[in-house]
């Protein structure tokens, strides 16, 4: 195999400049299309770097990248078959700089010097004969070694062959300790991903894995750090910029941070540069760790990197979606887990994917960093979605369980997709990749408590909050009345959980002859208004307000605010009602009281029918006016 390299890149070596551009494009289309996971670490990785470019540019960017990962790949191989006349024709040194090198061999103390990962990166091994100075010091490049022994002993001999000292990064400090105490340079590829070992610093306002070497270095032996950037003219072409870096020389952590904010300007400042960087490596590897815990290890620079930039954005290395439930009341029980998930990264940038009508009731809350609505119902309802996939989320939570859902999460993509796994619906594991099993019994946990479970399963925990909520809004009551009662007496998506007509009037008529300055709210969707209607007729209008079907989500929860009690069905406007703190007699009989009662802090009090279990199944129509009315009595004295 080691012979079939040196073929190929004679070979490679002596093809014309044009024909080697076209096998670029050839071997870079045919990669983009056998390789989509890692074109989406491409497109992924430049939508957070430039978010506020269009997808033109980013898939631009992104098949030129792949073009000029081809000419890196081609140029490792052909690169130890030049001759010296076309290493010097095509990779040149100015004259300025090569004032900056002649310094250097004069000098005794030898230097550092940081190389980012672009396409002609290679002209650093030929940096010898491309100075042509016999003066030069001895020179060393820190390298990751290939596990193929074919490969490692090609690129090893013919990157040695110009003069340049590879450097295992094994042991590449004490390697790099003896040549820089012999007055040599030592060069390293700053910009790759140091693992875990490495130093969190801060690039394009993420998190990475830094070297720490550099600053070793310096801090032991104090020589000179230079940046080298081998800019790119065209196929094999380079023009190669030298400059000393500047940095806090009292404080040597600051090199990685100024070589990082170097490398981040040149790749904002032109297509030709950006496209020209190795955005396939996935430098951003540390987005998928817990940043929660960085502030709990003494490799943390994150911080001092912020301030060294001069940034004050927060930190978002990690973009999760999820998608919230359909039903009003199902949206408010997921709100602790929304609470959850946002405090178990601090580096999250949330979106909630919901229904058009909880779009604005989401903003309102300020719990996620975006909020976007489904597309409508129709033909081209999952062509409209496949616009989501363009943000280039991390993680896909998906709070529903149904097919449209699961479709939904296999449009959406990402790396990494999290439901619940439904016994009854064994084809979801098609579509979600982690699913977590409930091994509780149907109906004995909450749905609020599973969807915890399950997100803690997956490494997002943090403290429960079932604090409730209030916004600003006028809550003063009409002066004309002591009491205001807010009641919701339908359930627009099952009318066997209502409490019937009968009751409810006989239960306004003790609250009325009890408590002689009270003004009554009546909520509900419009699939309600003609029960309300019927209930409103024996009141006077100016005792009871039918709002049901006239309010948003918003102007609901306005109206509550006002209100002293909410007496409710188990429905959405009740779990509402409990979110934003309102004292609250909730009715249950025929649903299940543990799985969908209410989850926020505040009074609440559950009247269920003589020997009704906490699981439901009796009908709400047995719930007698009397318990009622002394919880009525409990709360508003």
Sequence with gaps: MYYVLVVLGYILAHLPVCVVRGLCVLCGSIAMLLLPARRRVVMSNLHHAFPNKDLLWHKKICTENFYRLIELGLLNLAGAFFSDERIKSNFKLHRKYREIVDKIAASEKGAIVLVPHFTTMEAMTFFPTIVDNQDLPDIGVVYRPFAEAYLEKFIKKTRERFGIRLISRKNGFFEAMKILRSGGVVSLFFDQNAGESGYRTLFFNRVVFSTDLPNLLYAKFKVPVYFLYPRRLGVWRTSIVLKRLKFDENNPKTIIFAANKYLENILKGSDWACADWLWAHDRWKASTVDVSKLGKTKRNWTKESKAYLFSRDRIKNFRMLVRMPNWLGDVVMAIPVLRMLRASRDDMDLTLLCQQQFVDFLKALKIADNVIPLPEKKM??????????????????????????????????????????????????????????????????????????????????????????????????????????????????????????????????????????????????????????????????????????????????????????????????????????????????????????????????????????????????????????????????
């Excluded at 002689?516 to 029960?531: E, I, P, Q, R, T």
């Excluded at 609250?584 to 029918?609: E, H, K, M, S």
């Design 380 to 637: 081209s309802y999952f062509f409209n979605l496949s616009a989501v996939k363009n943000s280039y989320y991390d993680v896909h939570v998906s709070l529903v369980n149904s097919l449209r859902g699961d479709l939904e999460t296999f449009t959406v993509n990402c790396p990494r997709k999290i439901g619940i796994d439904t016994k009854n619906r064994s084809y979801r594991k098609f579509f979600i990749g982690d699913l977590y099993t409930n091994y509780f019994d149907v109906g004995s946990v909450h749905q609020t408590k599973l969807w915890q479970n399950m997100i803690e399963k997956f490494g997002f925990s943090a403290d429960e909050n079932f604090s409730t909520f209030r916004f600003c809004v006028d809550a003063r009551k009409p002066l004309t009345y002591k009491y205001s009662i807010g009641i919701i007496c339908g359930s627009a998506n099952n009318p066997y959980k209502r409490w019937p007509t009968e009751l409810w009037k006989a239960l306004l008529w003790r609250i009325f002859d009890r408590y002689h300055s009270v003004h009554v709210n009546l909520y509900g969707a419009k699939a309600d208004v003609v029960f309300t209607n019927e209930l409103a007729a024996f009141f006077s209008r100016t005792a009871i307000s039918n709002l049901a079907g006239r309010t948003t989500i918003l102007e609901l929860v306005e109206y509550m605010q006002k209100d002293d009690l909410v007496i409710a069905i188990d429905t959405g406007g009740m779990h509402v009602a409990n979110m934003f703190g309102r004292p609250l007699v909730c009715l249950y009989g025929a649903t299940n009281y543990v799985a969908t009662g209410p989850v926020f802090d505040g009074q609440t009090l559950i009247i269920r029918p003589d020997g009704c279990p906490l699981k439901g199944g009796f009908p709400t129509e047995d719930i007698r006016i009397e318990p009622v009315f002394k919880a009525v009595q409990a709360i508003l004295g």
